[in-house]
């Protein structure tokens, strides 16, 4: 996971968690608990991926089996959580945004029935039996209504904050090209006719320069040569005159 993604989902998991234990499990309902942190894991799950999600559920997991009072095997609710995690990612459309608000209600209403029936599987295989005093008809149709009432209000906070951590970093990785190209040109001299193939044929018109001004020297020089010569056959003739 990127830096940004953890900064943001680690507060997020923690107060999900203090929220939970703190104040949603004292509230004495019928039926299961409102599963604040599972609503937090599937909004970043529908934003992140897959993978994201199910290391974000991982964690968020983990956390929870560890918090006091922690009435369950440790490792359950991770392995819980992971799957639900992973299984939220895998909607997550190609360009990261659900076209509908229907998608993510739909996913709250699967994790919510899928994280009852695999906690309650997983518990069977350890032995906790504390679905069985319950009902796992009471406790699907308690979690999936209390999930529902708290999506509204959690599920599209959460993803409106992954997304501006998503969209800061592109941003970030942008500018970082954009200085790139920005510095682009001032090696334009490499392929620009300003830089050396210019400075080349400056050298080379300089030299055509120096060869077409010899001609002109050694014409100045044939003149003076021409008239020194001239001079000195007017002395003979004026010498052999006299």
Same mark, same amino acid.
């Given at each position: ?24 499990? #004292? ?11 599972? /609503? ?12 994201? %999600? ?6 968020? %997991? ?7 009072? +922690? ?18 990612? /895998?909607?997550?459309?190609? +360009? ?18 899928? +994280? ?47 997304? @501006? ?17 920005? @510095?682009?040109?001032?090696? %334009? ?17 300089? @030299? ?26 007017? #002395?003979?003739? %004026?010498?052999? @005159?006299?």
């Amino acid at each position: 996971m990127r830096i940004n993604r953890i900064l943001l989902a680690t507060p997020l998991v923690v107060i999900a968690l203090v929220a939970q234990v703190s104040i949603l499990a #004292r509230l004495q309902l019928p039926g299961a608990v409102p599963d604040l942190m599972l /609503l937090v894991v599937v909004g970043l799950a529908l934003v992140y991926g897959h993978v994201g %999600g199910a290391l974000t559920g991982f964690g968020a %997991g983990l956390l929870a089996d560890l918090a006091p009072p +922690s009435d369950h095997a440790i490792g359950s609710y991770a392995l819980v959580l992971c799957v639900i995690g992973y299984a939220a990612g /895998l909607t997550r459309p190609e +360009s990261g945004r659900h076209r509908s608000a229907t998608i993510p209600l739909v996913v709250v209403v699967g994790a919510a029935v899928g +994280s009852t029936l695999l906690y309650a599987a997983v518990g069977s295989l350890v032995g906790d039996s504390a679905a069985r005093h319950v009902g796992i008809g009471g406790l699907l149709l308690s979690a999936t209504i209390y999930d529902l009432l708290l999506a509204p209000f959690t599920v599209p906070l959460v993803m409106a904050l992954a997304r @501006r951590t998503e969209n800061d970093a592109l941003t970030g990785d942008g500018s970082q090209s954009g200085s790139a190209n920005s @510095r682009e040109p001032a090696y %334009g001299w490499l392929s620009s006719g300003t830089g050396l193939k210019g400075s080349r044929g400056l050298l080379k018109a300089g @030299r055509v320069g120096r060869t077409t001004k010899v001609p002109r020297i050694g014409s100045q020089r044939g003149g003076l040569l021409g008239r020194s010569a001239r001079s000195k056959a007017t #002395r003979i003739k %004026g010498v052999k @005159r006299l």
